[in-house]
């Protein structure tokens, strides 16, 4: 079965946890894609639901789907966020921001009371790094942190859009680092980053996740 299909049997599986009333996360990326398309279906036959978009494609697509969608001031608080993950292991640690928003992602992850990750198969992984770590920086201080991650011997890299540096919706820039090969034990290394001045956040959501759901085939595998 293909990657698309089993994105989609993992949104399908997820969007079940939405009750009405809730104020719900809506993730970034083409599997987050599948589970927005679903529950403005729900909406249009009549669930009631506020949601936060962590990205502003989300947010427009959300939003044409007929959802609420609200800020994070407003909600203050929300019940479930569903999205997706660039790997994500055994303990439910992940990879996240291949789609360039995990600030937001984070943020939203962080405030809320269940964390649902949806995947394909090829995203559940024994050890996290063969997708390389996105990190968010602030555009005044990238080249010299590129340079201290060199140091580190993490093999940084600049994202693009063309000729262009990538820029998130924060308006700051992604550097992709190489984990693979690294002694650091990732809670330390997350540390690491964190300490140096202009990253606003990394791509390594350790302990938020609650629920993964893999589409593997026909079948949802849910993990608990
Ligand atoms: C965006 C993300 C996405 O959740 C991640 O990149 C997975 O995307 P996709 O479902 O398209 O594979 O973290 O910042």
Known sequence: MSAVNEKKVAALEAVKYIKSGMTVGLGTGSTAFYMIEAIGEMVQNGLELKAVATSDETEKLAKKMGIHVITLAEAKRLDVTIDGADEV????????????????????AHNSDMNIIIADSSKSVSKLG?????????????????????????????????????????????????IWDTDIKLTDLEQQLKTIPGIVETGLFLTTTNLVIIGKGEKAIIKK
């Open 89 to 108: 292991d055994e303990d439910f640690q992940l990879i996240k921001g291949g789609g360039g928003a995990l600030l937001r992602e984070k943020i939203v």
């Open 130 to 178: 063969k997708f390389k770590l996105p990190i968010e920086t602030i555009p005044f201080a990238t080249q010299l942190i590129i340079k201290e991650l060199e140091g580190m011997k993490l093999a940084p890299v600049q994202r693009m859009r063309g000729t262009e540096d990538y820029k998130t919706d924060e308006n700051n820039d992604i550097v992709d680092i190489d």
